[in-house]
């Protein structure tokens, strides 16, 4: 079998893709990707910050197996492991409530040796009790030779906005029977020892997915891990003609893997009484992180800001335009007068077409009848529309706080209401939606009351996890929450929103500072 040996230029450690020199291999037969949400549910999505970072399997109770290179050296200090999640968009077939390794349960991240591009993250084993065990080490690994079956299944990170975040598998594909090396960047602790190429598809936030044997012997187990390709140019930059793209988004083929017959910790760290690991303690000061010493403190700030709101004698709706020319401030509000007007003939019909249409309209309205919204409801200013096109709308919700324009997007509602249920689904929107409608009544306080001068000032002054935190509170009391309720809501939708803007978003502190200041 050869071996083809590649010089590294550049690697990109937050995902699948990096750079080399060297390397050349040609394109397999593929049969494309598909979409398994409703299988693998040991496979979960792994954020750093909150942003999508990679993927990784739950091989036992406790222990995820995925990618070195998915971390810095830095990242895994017991200061920084508090920044690490990984999320299960179903527990199994028949319980689609997502399964959420929270960060303040991971204990450590044990990198495998020189030999490989392997690691474990470990975390306390009750988090997945409810989580299906569908993908299991193999007794034996290796590696199969040139054209054996194999599949391999992970999160790739979206380019562009789609329907859904799935967890996608690349089938149909073998492995070529070329490996490599590929030499790390500076500082990173990854892509070490041989790596073997298949003919499967891939992106970046899919390494550290599982790659299966798919021979009679090999049963799918797993017997490596994504890591790389080896499809780069002269320069060190990837070959463009090695990038395709599909329904899901771009991918690119002949992706590598790390194999676990090269691991010389797997035995070890399935051997681990994990409960005797210690949790890191103080990763998360609540008090100092949400800004608010209890809970109630951020409610009574919260309540301050709705009082302003209905006690206002002058309340103008597009208080933020102050400063425009008169006849502006009347073409914005007779315009968004006529798109509500639009809404309203559509509603109807809307709610026949689409089955949830009418749970998420009453959701909106249940929360418009709160007494502190009288005024701001009776100036016919708030408008909530459902719409197809991803460019006005990229994501379960988006909003235009300068008209009060809030769009639902058709497919991801879809997709949100397929996985949580009807019940769920009302809870969490009629929440989400007093969220939004938050944001307009805080910043009204804030600029009405002259606690601060512009926008501007209010943003440079105000911690955004503080803000956001006063702005859930307005929405929890809108929609008539306790902060437990607020706090699955947030937690709900982390785990089955996964586009690119929620992703990236602060939901898992703010569940923190609901559930965890006094």
């Known amino acids: 079998m050869p071996n083809i040996s590649c010089a590294l230029g550049l690697a990109l450690p937050l995902g699948l893709l990096a750079t080399a020199q060297g390397c050349k291999t040609t394109r397999s037969n593929l049969n494309g990707r598909f979409d398994s949400n409703q299988a693998y549910h040991a496979v979960g999505l792994v954020t750093y910050e909150h942003i999508h970072r990679c993927t990784a399997t739950v091989i036992?109770?406790?222990?995820?197996?995925?990618?070195?290179?998915?971390?810095?050296?830095?990242?895994?200090?017991?200061?920084?492991?508090?920044?690490?999640?990984?999320?299960?968009?179903?527990?199994?077939?028949?319980?689609?409530t997502p399964v959420i390794v929270r960060s303040?349960?991971?204990?450590?991240?044990?990198?495998?040796?020189?030999?490989?591009?392997?690691?474990?993250?470990?975390?306390?084993?009750?988090?997945?009790?409810?989580?299906?065990?569908?993908?299991?080490?193999a007794k034996s690994p290796t590696i199969p030779p040139a054209n054996?079956?194999?599949?391999?299944?992970?999160?790739?990170?979206?380019?562009?906005?789609?329907?859904?975040?799935?967890?996608?598998?690349?089938?149909?594909?073998?492995?070529?029977?070329?490996?490599g090396s590929i030499k790390p960047a500076d500082g990173q602790p990854a892509f070490d020892g041989i790596l073997w190429e298949t003919s499967c598809e891939g992106w970046?936030?899919?390494?550290?997915?599982?790659?299966?044997?798919?021979?009679?012997?090999?049963?799918?187990?797993?017997?490596?891990?994504?890591?790389?390709?080896?499809?780069?140019?002269?320069?060190?930059?990837?070959?463009?003609?090695?990038?395709?793209?599909?329904?899901?988004?771009?991918?690119?083929?002949?992706?590598?893997?790390?194999?676990?017959?090269?691991?010389?910790?797997?035995?070890?760290?399935?051997?681990?009484?994990?409960?005797?690991?210690?949790?890191?303690?103080?990763?998360?000061?609540?008090?100092?992180?949400?800004?608010?010493?209890?809970?109630?403190?951020?409610?009574?700030?919260?309540t301050k800001a709705l009082e302003f709101l209905k006690n206002a004698k002058d309340f103008d709706p597009l208080f933020w335009a102050g400063a425009l020319p008169p006849e502006a401030m009347n073409g914005m509000r007779e315009g968004i007068k006529a798109a509500n007007e639009a809404n309203r003939r559509t509603q109807k019909g809307t709610e026949i077409k689409i089955p949830y249409a009418g749970g998420l309209f009453k959701s909106y309205a249940a929360v418009l009848q709160s007494s502190y919204l009288s005024k701001f409801k009776a100036m016919d200013m708030?408008?909530?529309?459902?719409?197809?096109?991803?460019?006005?709308?990229?994501?379960?919700?988006?909003?235009?706080?300068?008209?009060?324009?809030?769009?639902?997007?058709?497919?991801?509602?879809?997709?949100?209401?397929?996985?949580?249920?009807?019940?769920?689904?009302?809870?969490s929107t009629k929440g989400l939606f007093g969220h939004e409608l938050g944001h307009y009544v805080l910043t009204n306080y804030y600029l009405g009351s002259k606690t601060f001068a512009t926008p501007e000032e209010m943003?440079?002054?105000?911690?955004?996890?503080?803000?956001?935190?006063?702005?859930?509170?307005?929405?929890?009391?809108?929609?008539?929450?306790?902060?437990?309720?607020?706090?699955?809501?947030?937690?709900?939708?982390?785990?089955?929103?996964?586009?690119?803007?929620?992703?990236?978003?602060?939901?898992?502190?703010?569940?923190?500072?609901?559930?965890?200041?006094?």
């Open 60 to 96: 036992k109770p406790g222990v995820a197996l995925t990618a070195k290179h998915c971390f810095k050296e830095t990242e895994i200090t017991p200061d920084k492991l508090g920044k690490i999640m990984i999320s299960f968009p179903s527990a199994n077939d028949s319980d689609y």
């Open 104 to 137: 303040t349960q991971i204990r450590r991240v044990i990198f495998d040796g020189p030999n490989s591009d392997i690691a474990f993250i470990i975390y306390t084993p009750s988090e997945t009790t409810r989580l299906t065990l569908d993908l299991l080490p």
């Open 148 to 179: 054996s079956p194999t599949a391999m299944v992970g999160f790739p990170i979206e380019e562009s906005p789609s329907p859904s975040f799935p967890r996608i598998v690349s089938k149909d594909c073998s492995f070529s029977g070329k490996s």
């Open 204 to 302: 970046k936030g899919m390494s550290g997915g599982p790659v299966m044997d798919l021979t009679p012997s090999g049963e799918g187990k797993i017997i490596g891990v994504i890591s790389h390709t080896f499809h780069f140019t002269e320069d060190g930059d990837i070959d463009e003609g090695s990038v395709q793209s599909d329904r899901f988004g771009k991918y690119i083929k002949d992706v590598t893997i790390s194999p676990l017959s090269q691991s010389t910790k797997l035995k070890e760290v399935l051997a681990l009484d994990i409960e005797k690991l210690p949790l890191i303690a103080n990763r998360f000061d609540a008090v100092k992180a949400c800004g608010y010493p209890t809970m109630a403190a951020a409610v009574a700030e919260a």
């Open 382 to 427: 708030p408008t909530l529309a459902l719409t197809n096109s991803y460019e006005k709308c990229p994501d379960l919700e988006c909003t235009d706080f300068s008209t009060f324009t809030i769009l639902a997007n058709r497919f991801q509602t879809d997709n949100y209401f397929a996985k949580v249920g009807k019940e769920t689904f009302q809870k």
């Open 459 to 518: 943003t440079a002054k105000i911690p955004p996890l503080k803000f956001h935190v006063t702005v859930d509170a307005i929405g929890m009391i809108l929609a008539g929450y306790q902060p437990k309720e607020f706090a699955k809501i947030l937690s709900t939708i982390t785990s089955n929103v996964h586009g690119v803007e929620r992703m990236s978003a602060d939901f898992e502190d703010r569940e923190k500072c609901f559930t965890q200041l006094n």
